[in-house]
């Protein structure tokens, strides 16, 4: 079977956490990096955060300093734990992984930051 699959979303209040979990296949785990993206509405898809076989790890600039990536080999799990969330964090955020040349891509989980 060759899947993501996303949970941990929710509705938060600004400065509060998530802790978003990426479920991938084992295929898909071993393929290489991870990644999660986000997208808000009538706005393109954007990287969040990535993290290499390695783990080496890259952040786009809305997530440096407020969010980590982790993965857990044992479990063919990557997590994301935001911090400090803002209202534009408010989006669907997306797991990724490679199989080969192609891209595997989850379903998605809304995160909501509001008051």
């Known amino acids: 079977q060759v899947s993501v699959v996303e949970s941990g979303g929710g509705l938060v209040q600004p400065g509060g956490s998530l802790r978003l979990s990426c479920q991938a296949s084992?295929?898909?785990?071993?393929?290489?990096?991870m990644a999660w993206y986000r997208q808000a509405p009538g706005e393109q898809r954007g990287l969040v955060a990535a993290?290499?076989?390695?783990?080496?790890?890259r952040y786009g600039e809305s997530a440096k300093g407020r969010f980590t990536i982790s993965r857990n080999i044992r479990t063919f799990t990557v997590h994301l734990q935001m911090n400090n969330l803002r209202p534009e964090d408010t989006a669907v955020y997306y797991c990724?992984?490679?199989?080969?040349?192609?891209?595997?891509w989850g379903q998605g989980t809304q995160v909501t930051v509001s008051s």
């Open positions: 084992s295929i898909v785990f071993s393929g290489g990096a």
């Open positions: 993290i290499t076989a390695g783990g080496e790890v």
């Open positions: 990724k992984g490679r199989l080969g040349s192609s891209e595997v």
